[in-house]
C-alpha cells in the first residue's frame, strides 16, 4: 500500500534531499513530473510523501538520505497527527523489542496482512506489561480513533478544563505483585510537561458549608488504559512509518529508536511542553533516594516522564504516574515499558480532581507541578481528606500538590517537589507553612539559580518533605541557596557545584537533624524563629552573608582580573588605518557562494542535532553570539551528535546577527547545537579564519537572509566568499583573528567590570566593604 495519506511540505522535500528550499521550487518549475500539491495552502502547499520519494528516486536525489530523516518525515506526516503515529511506533517498537520474531512473521508480505495481523501480536504484548484495569486487559482502539487516547488536549499547557481521569498502565511483562492502588499510571523519562490532578490525605480544618458551595455530584468515569491496541484499519495507513521504524530499531535499538523520535517531537514543539531538564530530575530523584534506591515512586503530574526516569532501578520496583494529558500518558508508558523491566502503571486524568492511586503509600514523590492553577478544583474539594495541614486557597494550587505528595508518602517518605518561589512567602499559604513546619512534615527548602528550569528568568525552589513518624522534640528546617551558581550561558547553572552544595548540606542534616551554618550557602534554623506572622521560608532572607574576609579577597582578584584584561585589551586594539581603499570604488572580487564550496569539496556542511548523549557539552547558539563556553543540553537520546573539531567554523541561523566563530581547542569536541551550522573547511583550500571572517559581512548576511514576521534566518548556502588565493587568505585571516582576540578581550573587560561594580554593591550594603 503507498502511503499516499502522509504529507510533507516543501521544507520536509528539502530536507529529505540535501538541499534549500529555493531548490525544491525551481525543481517545482522546471521539472513537469514533479508530484502535484495534495494538501496544505496555496503558499505552504504540501505533498504525498510517497509521490515525492518516488521522484527523488527517480532523479537520483534521494540514495543518501539518512534512515532518521525519512522516518521523521513520516511521523510529522501521519493523516492520524505525529502524537498518533508516535504512540503506534511505540507499541511497534515495544513488540520489536519484547519478541522480535513474532515482528520479522508479522512484518513478512503485504501491508495488508501486517495491518490485520499486528493488532493480535500488540496485545500479546501490551497487556502484560501494562496489565488490566478492572480485569478488562488493554482496550482495543475505536474505529477512527486514536490508538492510545491522544486526541484530549493537555489542559496545563493548552489552558482548557482538566478532563476526567482515564487510567493507564498496570505491571511489566516480568512477574510483578498486584497492584494495591485501584488502578495503574503512566511513566517518566526526559524533560517534564505538568497539569492538574487530585488525591487523598487527612482532614483539615475545612470552611462552613455557607462558606463553600457544596459540589454537585459527578459519576466518576471508568478508568481505561492510556495505551489503547490499534485496530486494523487504524494500523494500515501507518505501515510504511512502523516499517521505517522497525528498521530505525535495527540501526540503533528499539529504545534508542522510541527516544530519538519522541525527542525530536518534543523539540519541534517546545511551546507545547514544559520540560523538566535532566540534571534537575537527577538532583530531586538524588534528594529523594539519600536512604536508598526506591521501592515504589509516584510522579502525579508525570508529563513526559523525566523525574521517574531519574528514579534509580532497582529489582520489583513499580512506577507509578499520573498526568492530565493522555497523549502524555501513553508516550510516558511506552518510554518506560522500553527503558527497563520494572512495574509501569500509568494513568491519564486530573491528579486533584480524581486521584488513579487513592490506597498507594509510596517510598518516594517526585512532582513538578504546574503552577498557578487557579482551576485546580478549590470549589470541590473543600472537604477533601487530603488537607491534612490546611485547605488551600484558590490562588495556592502548589500547596495542594504538597499535600498530595505527603498524602501518598509511607509514614518516612520522602517527597521532594519543584516550587515557585512565591509559594514560601505568600500570606495566603502562611498558615499552611506553620503547620508544615510544625508538624516536621518540611524538611528542606532550596533555592535553585536562575536559569535551572522553566521558567527560566526566576529563581524557582525544591521543597523536600517527609511524612512524619514521630514529632521532633525541637525541629529544624534546612534553607540552601545555591543562586551563586548560575551561569551566563543558557545551558543551565553549574549542575555539578549545585548538585554538590544541595546534596552534601542534605545528608549532613539528614544525619544529625541539623547543619552548621555556610554562610551564604546553607543554614538549619530552628522552626520556632519562622513562626511569625509572615512564616516567610525563603532561603536568602535567612542565610548569614559571606564572611567579610571572602568577599573583600573576592574583590581584589575580580579588580587584579580587571587590571590585567584592559592592558591586554589596551595592547590589542587595532593599529591605525593607513591603506583605505577609494570609498568610490571599493574592491571587487570574483565571488563564490558556500553551496558551490560545498558541492566543489572545500567544505563540508553539516547541522545541528536534536539530540546526544547527555554528558556532552552542547555549544549553542547562544554560546557562540555571546563567545562564552559550551554550556547547553540536548535532548538526551543515542542519535549521534556532530562534534566539532579545531578549525571548524559554526555559524547561528537564526537571529539576524552577524556572527561566525572558528572552533578553537577550548570548544573542539563538544556536540553542535540546533540552530548552528558547521562548517569543516578543507586546509588546502580554504583558512578557517578567512572563511569567518567574510562569513560576518554585514551585506553578506544581509543577501542571504529571508525574513518572516517576527524571526529573521539565513540560508548559510547563499553566504558569499571572494576568490582568493590561499596565502591571500591567511594574510585576511591573520586580521581577522587579531580582531577576534580584541572582541574577547572586550568581552572579558565587560563581564568582570560588571561583576567588579556589582560585588562592591553588595559589599557597601552588606557591611563587607566599607567606605575607606
Known sequence: MQDNATEVTAAGIARLAGVGRAAVSNWRRRHADFPKPVGGTETSPAFAL????????????????????????????????????????????????????????????????????????????????????????????????????????????????????????????VNTPADPTTSPAPVNTAPTVHTPSAANPAPVPTPTPTATPTPTPTATPTPTPAVHTPTGPQLLPSAPLLRGTAELAAELGARQAFEFLLGRHLDANPRQYTLTPTELARLMAELAESAGPAATALDPACGTGALLRAVTPRPGQE????????????????????????????????????????????????????????NWGHDELAYDPRWEYGFPARNESELAWVQHALARLKDGGTAVLLMPPAAASRRSGRRIRADLLRRGALKAVVALPIGAAPPYNIPLHLWVLRRPERAAAQPEVLLVDTGRFATEGRGGPDWQAVRGAVLDAWKAFDRAGRLDDEPGLARSVPVIELLDDDVDLAPARHLPPATAADGADELTAVRERLGETLRLTADLTPPPVDHVADSARPTRWPLTTIGELARGGALVMRTGGNGGHARVPVLTDHDVLAGTAPSGILPESDEV????????????????????????????????????????????????????????????????????????RLDVRRLQLPRLPLDEQRRYGARFRALEDFERALRQAGRLGEQLVRGMYDGLTDGTVTPD
Not at 491528579?351 to 487513592?358: G, K, N, Q, V
Request: hydrophobic share 45%.
Open 319 to 374: 512506577l507509578y504516574a499520573q498526568d492530565n494529558a493522555p497523549d502524555l500518558a501513553a508516550l510516558t508508558a511506552l518510554r518506560l515499558a522500553l527503558r527497563a523491566q520494572v512495574t509501569v502503571r500509568g494513568t491519564a486524568g486530573d491528579t486533584l480532581r480524581a486521584d488513579a492511586y487513592p490506597a498507594l503509600r509510596a517510598d518516594v514523590v517526585l512532582c513538578h507541578p504546574p503552577f498557578n492553577e487557579r
Open 641 to 712: 551528535a556532530v562534534l566539532t573539531e579545531p578549525g571548524d567554523v559554526v555559524v547561528p541561523v537564526l537571529g539576524g546577527g552577524s556572527m561566525a566563530r572558528v572552533i578553537d581547542a577550548t570548544t573542539a569536541g563538544a556536540a553542535l547545537g540546533r540552530s548552528l551550522v558547521l562548517l569543516r573547511p578543507d586546509p588546502g583550500a580554504l583558512d578557517p579564519w578567512f572563511l569567518a571572517g567574510f562569513l560576518r559581512g554585514t551585506a553578506n548576511n544581509r543577501q542571504a537572509s529571508s525574513y518572516a514576521s517576527t524571526a529573521t
Open 50 to 173: 510517497a509521490e515525492v520519494e518516488s521522484w527523488l528516486r527517480k532523479q537520483g536525489k534521494l540514495a543518501e538520505v539518512p534512515l532518521r530523516e525519512r522516518v521523521w518525515q513520516q511521523l510529522v506526516g501521519h493523516p492520524e497527527g505525529p502524537v498518533t503515529a508516535l504512540v503506534y511506533a511505540g507499541c511497534a517498537l515495544l513488540l520489536i523489542h519484547e519478541r522480535p520474531t513474532v515482528w520479522l512473521d508479522v512484518s513478512a508480505g503485504s501491508d495488508e496482512r501486517m495491518a490485520a495481523m499486528l493488532p493480535g501480536a500488540l496485545e500479546q504484548v501490551l497487556v502484560p506489561r501494562f496489565g488490566a484495569v478492572g480485569g478488562r486487559g488493554v482496550h482495543r482502539g475505536r474505529e477512527g480513533s486514536a490508538a492510545a487516547a491522544v486526541n484530549t488536549p493537555n489542559t496545563h499547557a493548552a489552558g482548557n478544563a482538566p478532563s476526567a481521569p482515564s487510567a493507564v498502565n498496570t505491571p511489566s511483562a
